[in-house]
T-cell receptor
Framework: GDSVTQMEGPVTLSEEAFLTINCTYTATGYPSLFWYVQYPGEGLQLLLK?????DKGSNKGFEATYRKETTSFHLEKGSVQVSDSAVYFCALSGGGSEKLVFGKGTKLTVNP | GAVVSQHPSWVICKSGTSVKIECRSLDFQATTMFWYRQFPKQSLMLMATSNEGSKATYEQGVEKDKFLINHASLTLSTLTVTSAHPEDSSFYIC??????????????FGDGTRLSIL
């Protein structure tokens, strides 16, 4: 079945550092790919998405590019802030299913 | 836009009590809503898919009689944890997908309900 593999955390960075969180997937067909963010005690918020190969999703300084050849959707940000501290989930949906398949999540802590 | 409201945000109750959690899409209609359970420091586990006007589709291993789902309108789905016990304590999150449009529309999540059974 479909699956998402996300780099394990936790990740701890200093403010203004560069962030990469790796995400690879296994799916039949052409899934849509998502990054969600969860702040402490809250539900998930959609951060960005990409629906086809070579699409780049971007929001709030975060970016991820849908790479079909490497089945990847790595999340990047050039300069993280303390307020970016959260858990980040990579997810996919596809194959005609409405269901989201999530990675295990990566906890990011940004120190001032 | 695309706001999902979940209520209550936190419930503490005695073992044996039934607890109802509401999930509302505030500014869009949702033919499909999803219920997830999240254990501490873990990912979300899909419990069931709720379709307006029909029975919910439960994931393997989820007890239908334990977790009752009702999706009576295009903006409201409810999850009732019946005769809750301490092992049901968890963070429950709902999501909703806007009706219409293409099938790749994202799900929008509520803020979750933390359920603690004493």
């Amino acid at each position: 079945g479909d699956s998402v593999t996300q780099m394990e955390g936790p990740v701890t960075l200093s403010e203004e550092a560069f962030l990469t969180i790796n995400c690879t997937y296994t799916a039949t067909g052409y899934p849509s790919l998502f990054w969600y963010v969860q702040y402490p005690g809250e539900g998930l918020q959609l951060l960005l998405k990409a629906t086809k190969a070579d699409d780049k999703g971007s929001n709030k300084g975060f970016e991820a590019t849908y790479r079909k050849e490497t089945t990847s959707f790595h999340l990047e940000k050039g300069s993280v802030q303390v307020s970016d501290s959260a858990v980040y989930f990579c997810a996919l949906s596809g194959g005609g299913s409405e269901k989201l398949v999530f990675g295990k999540g990566t906890k990011l802590t940004v120190n001032p | 836009g695309a706001v999902v409201s979940q209520h209550p945000s936190w419930v503490i109750c005695k073992s044996g009590t039934s607890v109802k959690i509401e999930c509302r899409s505030l500014d869009f209609q949702a033919t499909t809503m999803f219920w997830y359970r999240q254990f501490p420091k873990q990912s979300l586990m899909l419990m069931a898919t709720s379709n307006e006007g029909s029975k919910a589709t439960y994931e393997q291993g989820v007890e239908k009689d334990k977790f009752l789902i009702n999706h009576a309108s295009l903006t409201l789905s409810t999850l009732t944890v019946t005769s809750a016990h301490p092992e049901d304590s968890s963070f429950y999150i709902c999501s909703a997908r806007p009706a219409g449009g293409r099938g790749n529309q994202p799900q929008h999540f509520g803020d979750g309900t933390r359920l603690s059974i004493l």
